[in-house]
């Protein structure tokens, strides 16, 4: 087993990245989906079928959007996680390094 922990800043700046795009490119499908469908108003009729459809579909659609803006949302809380991991560990690399160098000046 290592002894040391390793940390690449280049990998998680990488998949930081990507993350982020998801994040937002998921908000933003999210957000025109629900802007379209809103658009379209409510399209199943007043009828009993219509109204059985908005029974069911209503409360699932509120819950699929809530989980879609909160997956979104803990993406970006991802990306930001990974972006500071990622600075701290540069920040260390190079505490690190100046102070070996000053140690064998």
Sequence with gaps: MADHFLIEPEQFD?????IGQLGAALADAELALASDLHDE????GDD??????????????????????SVARHLGELHT???????????????????NRNAGS
């Design 14 to 18: 990488r998949y930081a990245t990507l």
């Design 48 to 69: 009993d079928p219509g109204k059985s459809f908005a029974g069911a579909y209503g409360p699932k659609a509120e819950t699929a959007f809530g989980n879609t803006q």
């Design 81 to 99: 996680a990974l972006v500071d991991s990622s600075n701290r560990a540069k920040d260390q690399e190079a505490a690190t390094s100046s102070a």
């Design 41 to 44: 108003g409510e399209c199943w």
